[in-house]
């Protein structure tokens, strides 16, 4: 079968089995085409609480599946590739945290969204990448326990110098690979582009960067910057899109090792088979269940996130 070949069969099915598919950014090209709502983790999350569709099917890592479900409960929401996990989302878990908040009892608990369900039942608030300045600002305590990610969460506490913010040594094994020197390199190399990254890479790349931001945040800054050349300081996948959608730019990575293996690991056929499989016992492997007194707990710092990032 060709790629357009099954791209055709896939909205075929989306349309038979009232499927709605939602793909991350990072996600290949072809599976970007087929999606019916693409974005950063932010966009998808107020997107998957809109679905109408009887079928959610996820393409990216598996808390953002979770998360969708959490949002949209009465869905049946699937992964196509149940193996793509989140490396970060797995560093802490939940009596770790507990401790902490045992520890320090009068901090706020913010979590960024790559975390797993158990562990958000413990938390008061989420944050994605896009949004975390803006929900961390507007909050009226001052004492906050950031978790897991440490970079996103130096750059937040950069923004809101007036927070007195805890970080947890967590962090994106792929981002943090990404070195001063490698940007000090591509600067020199490339004088004329604007290095955009995102604030999971390390304090001393983000400080040396022209724009940080989400996966689409990124990828509008370019798009719309009358500039011409830009070093991508993100997974891989996002210089790809930028070269196909805007072929008048020029386009570099900062490092060619933030690789996200995860995120590369779901392919269209993933996708067809998904598709194919929904409505019968065969997709009971794929699908997303969670208890409702999980989603009942978890969502609470899902919803406030929602209603704070607006
Ligand atoms: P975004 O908030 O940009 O979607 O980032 C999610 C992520 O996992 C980046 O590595
Ligand atoms: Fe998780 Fe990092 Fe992959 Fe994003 S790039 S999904 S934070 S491991």
Redesign the pocket.
């Known amino acids: 079968m060709t790629v357009n070949e099954a791209m055709q069969r896939i909205n075929e099915l989306k349309k038979q089995k009232d499927i709605c598919i939602l793909a991350?950014?990072?996600e290949s090209r072809d599976i970007i085409e087929v999606a019916d709502f693409t974005?950063?983790?932010?966009?998808?999350s107020v997107d998957a609480a809109k679905v109408t569709n009887k079928n959610i099917v996820f393409a990216?890592?598996h808390f953002?599946a979770q998360t969708a479900k959490m949002l949209s409960p009465d869905k049946s929401v699937y992964m196509p590739n149940t193996a793509a996990g989140?490396e970060?989302a797995e560093q802490m878990d939940t009596d770790t945290l507990a401790a902490m908040k045992k520890a320090e009892p009068d901090r706020l608990v913010v979590a960024y969204?790559?975390t797993t369900a158990e562990l958000k039942t413990l938390c008061d608030v989420c944050v994605?990448?896009?949004?975390a300045e803006k929900i961390v600002s507007s909050l009226d305590e001052k004492k906050i326990l950031f978790i897991p990610d440490c970079n996103l969460g130096a750059f937040v506490q950069k923004a809101c110098p007036d927070k007195d913010i805890k970080l947890f040594n967590g962090g994106?094994p792929?981002?943090q690979r990404a070195t001063r020197d490698d940007a000090l390199a591509a600067k020199a190399k490339h004088p004329n582009a604007l290095l955009l990254v995102?604030p999971?890479c390390r304090p001393a790349v983000t400080e040396l960067a022209d724009y940080v931001?989400?996966?689409?945040?990124?990828m509008s800054f370019a798009k719309n910057s009358d500039n011409k050349e830009f070093i991508i300081g993100?997974?891989l996948s996002i210089a790809e899109h930028l070269e196909f959608e805007c072929p008048d730019k020029k386009f570099y990575l900062l490092t060619k090792n933030l690789i996200?293996p995860n995120?590369r690991m779901t392919t269209l056929m993933d996708v067809l088979h998904i598709c194919e499989d929904i409505d019968t016992p065969e997709a009971a492997d794929r699908e997303i269940v969670m208890s409702d007194e999980l989603i009942a707990k978890a969502r609470v710092c899902i919803d406030k996130m929602i209603t704070l990032g607006g």
Request: proline fraction near 0%; charge should be negative.
């Open positions: 991350h950014s990072y974005g950063d983790s932010y966009k998808l990216g890592v953002m989140c970060m969204i790559n994605t990448s896009s949004s994106c792929a981002h995102h999971e931001g989400s996966t689409s945040g990124i993100t997974e996200c995120m």
